[in-house]
């Protein structure tokens, strides 16, 4: 197994679990174990911080962003939970950014990470849904529609404009493996119809399949409330 390096996005989350107490550990464990499975962090923390005393919710939201990329970091590895731990770690007391460990907070910290790779639960399960859900080789971040009226002229141009067509320019932007891009698709009236019915059926098709898991009783994961 590779040396590992904490990524920057991540710190904030192993400064707390560098600092807090076995409380706090508790007191997240017992919440964990009470909130249903969400793609979305935020949610995920919001329920979580209700029941935690000493974190605020953006606290929370960085412990747990930290703690699913660890869940990550174990199945790509698929190495014991010690190994992780003692890889993780050591890449904490590498790092000049986050703070130095004397040998009983190291060996608290290592405890902490163990019970909270032990745990499982949610974490793994929002852990392996984001995975599934981000698992492609382009994933869609966001689109934009700018409408546009072009004029159509005679032979002669003095005249000024025989009629005006509308045009609308669909920008996508995605992200791959070398980073974010965007394009271009230019659409007519005829075109955002169709398109328009595509993403309704669409829409209707992931209703009906909520409607059948509800009747099985498995949770259904989703960004409805994203917004």
């Known amino acids: 197994m590779a040396e590992l390096e904490i990524p920057e ?6 400064e707390q679990l560098v600092n807090i107490d076995r409380t706090t550990v508790n007191e997240l464990i017992n919440a964990l174990s009470q909130a249903p499975p969400s793609l979305l962090v935020e949610e995920l923390a919001s329920a ?8 605020t ?6 412990l747990i962003e930290t703690l699913i990329s660890l869940y990550n970091l174990r199945d790509y590895f698929d190495a014991p939970i010690n190994k992780i731990v003692e890889k993780i770690s050591q890449a ?11 040998e009983e907070q190291k060996h608290k910290f290592e405890q902490r990470l163990t ?4 745990f499982d639960g949610v974490l793994s399960v929002t852990s392996k849904a984001i995975n599934v859900m981000r698992d492609h080789e382009r994933l869609f971040t966001r689109s934009r529609v700018l409408t ?3 004029p159509v002229f005679e032979p002669d141009i003095e005249k000024g404009p025989a009629g005006v067509a509308i045009v609308h320019m669909l920008k996508i ?7 974010t891009h965007e394009f271009f698709v230019a659409l007519d009236s005829i075109d955002i119809g169709q398109l328009s019915e595509q993403l309704d059926r669409a ?3 992931a209703k009906a399949i909520e409607l059948m898991l509800e009747r099985t009783s498995i949770p259904y994961l989703n960004y409805k409330n994203i917004e």
């Open 173 to 179: 932007e995605y992200a791959d493996l070398n980073g």
């Open 92 to 102: 904490v007391q590498d790092d000049e950014e986050l703070p130095n460990l004397t």
């Open 203 to 205: 829409e209707r098709k």
């Open 57 to 62: 919710v953006e606290e929370v939201e960085d």
């Open 115 to 118: 019970t909270f790779l032990e």
């Open 148 to 150: 546009d009226m072009r």
């Open 9 to 14: 996005k991540y710190k904030p989350g192993f």
């Open 48 to 55: 979580v911080a209700s029941q935690v005393k000493a974190l």
